[in-house]
Every structure is written in structure tokens, then in C-alpha cells.
């Protein structure tokens, strides 16, 4: 049983609380965290019960101490990469589209971040790189590290196409991985797609997922 946990937003108890009473395979957490404290410190009495994984969100890097806390945890941290989690494997693609780099289905502006860190002068750039707030921007570059891989699953900050506000180049970013389920986070009214294979997860709130996902709140 995976536990996917809708925006968290700085409040986690109800997160933990969740996970002392199902006792779930895994928990995955779908962006924008906003961590005050470190990962340890925050999800101390449930390191040991769960497997816990994470995409970053857009206001995971509004404060340095956001982007700090989430962001030294690489080993739970799902972007970019596909895990296997609990017989299902996942993928996952944190941040969100900007103008500025990229806002499908216009071209992109930057390729690459490399291509971003030359053009933007050195008084935007944060610790010699990239700028804070577009260490959460997806760049082209982030959907090719996935060239070649396969998943069951897409966990996405963003929202596919069939969301109003939704991107059909996540739609595509699943049918190359040959994945069948979409889940994700960032509208934090929940949008009922009326199919299992495109979910949701508002604000705080939860999906279960095993064979056949379920909702809470």
C-alpha cells in the first residue's frame, strides 16, 4: 500500500498521524513540503514505519531554508528518477512549467540549466548557480533524463492535460515511460477526471493506492 499525500504546505502531523494508523508500504509526497525543520527532524517517529519519498513543488524554493531541508535529502527524493516502491515502478517530475524557461506548448526558452546560468547575469545567480526560484522550473533537460526508462506510475507536481490548468506534455512524459497512472499535487482543489488514471491529490489531503486507488481527506 502507497499513501500519496497531497500538498503538506508546513503541517505533517495529520501526514503522520495517517501513517501510525494504516501503517502503509510507503508514503510519497506530492510538492511543496515548505519544510521549517529537517526531513529527519519532521518525520522522525515515522522513519522507521515507512518508506518515505518526495517531488519538490514550486514554494519549495520561495525560502532558503525550504530548499535547504527537502533538497539535502537526495535519497528520498523521487525527481528525475524511477524507483521501484512497493512492486510498483515510479517515476517522478518535480517543479513546475515558467514562462521564463519554459510554459508548454510554446518552445522553450532554455534547453538546459546550464543554458539559463549563462544567459542570466551573475547578480541573478544563487550560491555560483542556478536562481533559487527556478531550482523549481522544469527544463527540458528534465524530462530527458527519463529517455529509456519505463514506470507504471508518473508522479507529477504539475497536472496533465485533461486538468484545466493542466500540461499535455506530462500526458506525453507518461506514454513514453509507458506508464498508465498519473498522480499529482499543486491544485489543491481536487479535479475529478472521472478516470482512475489520472488523479488529483488536493491540499492535504490523501490517496491510497494499491491495486485500486482510494480517497480521504
Known sequence: MILFCGDPHGEFEHIIQRVHQMKPAAVIMLGDLCLSQSFEQTFTSILGLTDIWFIHGNHDTDEVRYHDHLFACSERNLHGRVVEIDGFKIAGLGGIFRSQVWYPPEPPRYT??????????????????????????????????????????????????AHPHGFQTIDDLAQSLGAT??????????????????INVGLRSFMVFNDVPSFSI
Open 112 to 161: 538546459a540549466k546550464q543554458d539559463f546560468i549563462t544567459h542570466c547575469g551573475k547578480g541573478n545567480l544563487w550560491r555560483g548557480g542556478l536562481p533559487r526560484k527556478h531550482r523549481s522550473s522544469i527544463f527540458p533537460e528534465d524530462i530527458q533524463r527519463f529517455v529509456g526508462l519505463k514506470a507504471d506510475i508518473l508522479v507529477s507536481h504539475e497536472a496533465p492535460s
Open 181 to 198: 497512472t498519473i498522480i499529482h499535487g499543486h491544485h489543491h482543489d481536487p479535479f475529478h477526471y472521472g478516470t482512475p488514471s489520472r
